[in-house]
């Protein structure tokens, strides 16, 4: 071999590890990949991170690692949830119906299309009968239950009904919905791994009906009782939700992304009613969703960038899910435009990356679910902190002492602390358009060719 020849090697092989070296700087420094993951009917009180019996091993060591928010609020039903965390604004200003996103409006997927990011959604939709919509949300692909087809022609568990990429999947009772999404996920992840991307996951575990799972002990000896409802098969439920996190994870460390990533994993809202969770204290939380109690909204929230360290790992500041867009915004150096009116979110980004933080001094729901009698009846506006709660009606709780707001604090009796939190919450309330009980939402906002089918509506969901 000649002396010119190795020379030229040598050129070559410098060359390569100098390319190598310029991408993995280029790789560090990009703006990070996100992934928000949102378990459908999940209290804080199923995550074990949170003092749950139940085993989510993936889900605690990312809080673990990562941050845990002991007051993060979501709202007490699902559509309501999922249209204040995609648009970054609360309910009164943009909430139509139930099972409805208005379809002028913009959402953190937009917000990252614009920045150069490919986004996904996979999982639950449940914002408007039509295959158009996601893409017209923002989403590059999709793979979704309760898009086209309602629910009563099929569920999201076995046998589930699915369009993916404007397509119905031909199933069996042997495939299980849940697998389908996270693998989809999995595969968004593995064909983007070199560009940017934001993947939202509305799982549809852990909602009723609870039916068993691909790791339950009956899956494989009871065909047909995979469509059986029962609430013992809730803990398996919960089981498999965090099983699906973890092989998120895995991949994102296999294609060594992980660091580059953020993940943030909350619950639409709380707990189905007919599911108690016992606590590693011995005590037991019973479900809340739809009610505005602490246990209907109380949600949790579990957020890391893996390659920031942190000193301290469970956090206090309080959360709500106007939030999440400016948590984006910031992520992906952009901003959200003024024209599509969002609220004053605070972006968390400064506890991931280890900054000054200002904490907001409360949280706000207008809820108003537009859904069925029995949802409705519990439709209220309030503000609340860590310990006291204002309902627009004058109703006002210290939840340290009444965590069942069985008894409201007459005027002037809650203390000096008490009083002064009920007058900065009054003059909270004075600012915002009026509203009472019985109010119709916003107008429904449908374009043309975006049309859902009006015997869609599910009101059992």
């Known amino acids: 071999m000649s002396l010119k020849t190795i020379t030229l090697r040598r050129f070559l092989s410098m060359l390569l590890v100098g390319s190598a070296l310029i991408n993995n700087a280029f790789a560090q420094n990009k703006t990070p990949n996100i ?12 995550i074990g991170a949170y003092g749950s019996t139940y085993k989510t091993p993936n889900i605690d060591k990312l809080a673990k690692e990562g941050l845990k928010f002991n007051y993060a609020f979501a709202q007490p039903l699902c559509t309501p949830s999922r249209v204040q ?16 996103l ?21 999982g639950k939709w449940q914002l408007g009968a039509n295959q158009k919509l996601p893409k017209h949300f923002g989403f590059d692909q999709y793979c979704l239950w309760q898009l086209s087809k309602p629910r009563r022609e099929g569920e999201r ?3 589930p009904l699915i369009d993916k990429d404007g397509e119905i999947l031909k199933t069996t009772d042997d495939d299980y919905g849940p697998d389908i999404f996270v693998n989809y996920m999995l595969d968004f992840i593995e064909k983007n791994k070199d560009k940017k991307f934001l993947a939202y996951y509305p799982m549809a575990l852990v909602h009723d009906p609870f039916l068993p799972t691909p790791d339950s002990k009956s899956w494989k000896t009871d065909v047909a009782g995979r469509h059986k409802k029962d609430t013992l098969n809730f803990r398996d439920m919960v089981a498999y939700s965090d ?20 993940i943030i994993f909350t619950g639409d809202n709380g707990t189905g009613k007919a599911i108690v969770t016992p606590l590693q204290d011995g005590s037991k939380i019973a479900g809340g969703k739809g009610l505005t109690l602490d246990r209907g909204h109380h949600v949790p929230l579990i957020v890391n960038w893996g390659k920031y360290k942190y000193a301290k790992h469970e956090l206090n500041y309080l959360f709500d ?3 999440v867009m400016p948590t984006i915004a910031e992520a992906i150096q952009t901003q959200v435009p003024a024209s599509w009116g969002t609220d004053k979110g605070v972006s968390i980004l400064p506890l991931l990356t280890n900054k000054p933080f200002r904490e907001r001094e ?45 008894q409201p604090i007459a005027a002037g009796k809650a203390g000096a602390e008490g009083e002064k ?33 009006p015997s869609f509506a599910d009101k059992g969901d």
């Open 321 to 323: 899910f106007t939030d």
């Open 85 to 100: 965390i995609m648009t970054g604004k609360y309910n009164y200003r943009n909430y139509s119906e139930f099972g409805h």
């Open 157 to 159: 568990y076995a046998k």
């Open 102 to 122: 208005n379809q002028d409006q913009k959402t953190f997927a937009h917000l990252a299309k614009d920045a150069g990011y490919t986004t996904a959604i996979a």
């Open 421 to 453: 939190v009920r007058k900065n919450f009054e003059a909270e309330l004075a600012k915002l358009p009026a509203w009472k009980f019985g109010d119709p939402g916003v107008a429904k906002v449908v374009l043309p060719g975006l049309e859902s089918d």
């Open 362 to 406: 409360w949280i706000f729901s207008h809820y108003s679910p537009i859904h069925s009698e029995g949802a409705n009846k519990h439709a209220a506006r309030f503000f609340r902190n860590h310990r006291y709660k204002l309902y627009s009606d004058g109703r006002f709780y210290d939840l340290k002492a009444d965590i069942e707001e069985k």
């Open 243 to 262: 099983k699906n996190v973890g092989k998120i994870i895995q991949k994102l460390k296999d294609l060594n992304i992980y660091d580059n990533t953020i």
């Open 35 to 46: 992934i928000l993951i949102m378990a459908d009917d999940m209290g804080r009180e199923c």
